[in-house]
């Protein structure tokens, strides 16, 4: 079955920095993806869903690239704050009929102010 | 609009005990999910129902069953609790398809004493 890499685990940069966190999966039939935040005691918040057909997708403040070639899946936070310190994960899924996601572990983002 | 409504927002059993927990959803979703997030990781699928007269079993389902009592509620029980299964555990909704986020609830916290 599908399987998910989330890389780093922990991540820690200065305020204004770029992050940038990687998803990897193996299912070539994958075709839609999340990135969820998890602030600190809270829930998870959906931040963007990405389908294979699109490469290129901006929120604000960060961007989602999807490499279909190499299967990879990564956020890039641009000039991050400390508002964006949380935990962020990855999610796929596939036409299998089975409706599962299948999460990456997350990755603890800690920006310094 | 909609939300999720997990009870109750703090558990505590004893070792042994078997406990319920229970999510309301008002999305009028069909397809809601149980996860199990251990301190500090990703989160893990113990359960699913994919429309309202369906049960499905996830990665996690050993010691835990479910019900899907209707539409807009999902109830997860542990059968036996243990030491080693306190994490917080967290409900999701999503309308029926692999193309759907799925919308969290805020987590019940299960304390095994």
């Known amino acids: 079955g599908e399987q998910v890499e989330q890389r780093p685990p922990h991540l820690s940069v200065r305020e204004g920095d770029s992050a940038v966190i990687t998803c990897t999966y193996t299912?070539?039939?994958?075709?839609?993806f999340f990135w969820y935040k998890q602030e600190p005691g809270a829930s998870l918040q959906l931040l963007m869903k990405?389908?294979?057909?699109?490469e290129i997708n901006e929120g604000q403040g960060f961007t989602v690239l999807l490499n279909k070639k190499d299967k990879r899946l990564s956020l890039n936070l641009t000039a991050a704050h400390p508002g964006d310190s949380a935990a962020y994960f990855c999610?796929?899924?596939?036409?299998?009929?089975?409706?599962?996601?299948?999460f990456g572990a997350g990755t603890r983002l800690k920006v310094i102010a | 609009g909609g939300i999720i409504t997990q009870t109750p927002k703090f558990l505590i059993g004893q070792e042994g005990q078997k406990l319920t927990l229970k999510c309301q959803q008002n999305?009028?979703?069909?397809?809601m999910y149980w996860y199990r997030q251990d301190s500090g990781k990703g989160l893990r699928l113990i359960y699913y129902?994919?429309?309202?007269?369906?049960?499905q079993k996830g990665d996690l389902s050993e010691g835990y069953d479910a019900s899907r009592e209707k539409k807009s509620s999902f109830s997860l029980t542990v059968t036996s609790a243990q030491k080693n299964e306190m994490a917080v555990f967290l409900c999701?909704?999503?309308?029926?398809?692999?193309?759907?986020?799925?919308?969290f609830g805020p987590g019940t916290r299960l304390t095994v004493l």
């Open positions: 129902s994919i429309t309202e007269n369906d049960l």
């Open positions: 999305f009028n979703h069909d397809t």
């Open positions: 999701a909704s999503s309308h029926l398809g692999v193309s759907y986020e799925q919308y």
């Open positions: 990405v389908f294979s057909s699109t």
């Open positions: 999610a796929v899924s596939a036409n299998t009929g089975n409706y599962k996601y299948v």
């Open positions: 299912d070539p039939n994958s075709y839609y």
